[in-house]
């Protein structure tokens, strides 16, 4: 019977610990210049169609960059704080409704004076994943 308590016990523990939500995923800003290099893509999430995938490939900026990306070369992305290192991803993704093919970035960063501030974590999938973005000052 103690046995069997224990058992139980355990079990319990074990499908709390599966079922339980996951920690949301730290992130961080990531400072993006528009320029004519960059590319967009819009493509189904799943094979449902629930979802869509936003895409943006970007160059690596090889130093730290203000909040305003002043310091960014058209087409770059980098960190507040430091430079994007070689083993990072160069693509940002965004899931968003089924419906959704475009995003208020898409225009902005066609033009090397639009800049977006966008907080991401790395998936270790060979993308960032985007978490919520808003523009910053535009580059004069």
Known sequence: ??????????????????????????????????????????HPGNQQGTFNILGLFFQKGAGPTGPSGSRL??????????????????????QVGAGVNSAPWFSNLKTARGCWIFNVFNTNQGVMQITSEHPCNQID
Do not use: H, T, Y
């Open 1 to 42: 019977m103690k046995n069997l308590i224990l058992v139980a016990f355990l079990s319990i523990l074990v499908l709390a610990g599966i079922c339980s939500p996951s920690r949301a995923q730290q992130s961080f800003p990531l400072v993006c210049r528009g320029g004519d290099s960059m590319r967009f893509s819009a």
């Open 73 to 94: 070369a058209p087409g770059e992305c980098s960190w507040l704080d430091r430079g994007m290192r070689s083993n990072e991803p160069d693509i940002l993704q965004e």
